[in-house]
């Protein structure tokens, strides 16, 4: 079962633990990719299924 509150405190610590400056989200039709600022780049981190944020 997927858990909002506990993803987003795991992409937290990913974030915080690879010194990401930025968290950017990008929708897209069926999902919504997440990416890190590392040091001035755009990192790709994952991509959420938009039925898992979004429940129908």
């Known amino acids: 079962m997927f858990l909002p509150e506990k993803y987003a405190y795991t992409m937290l ?5 690879k010194t ?6 990008t929708p897209k039709e069926n ?3 997440i990416y890190f600022r590392l040091n001035g780049y755009r990192w790709y981190f994952e991509s959420l299924p938009l ?6």
């Open 31 to 33: 999902e919504v990719e």
């Open 13 to 17: 610590d990913r974030a915080i633990e």
């Open 51 to 56: 039925n898992l944020i979004i429940p129908y």
């Open 20 to 25: 990401a400056s930025d968290i950017h989200f």
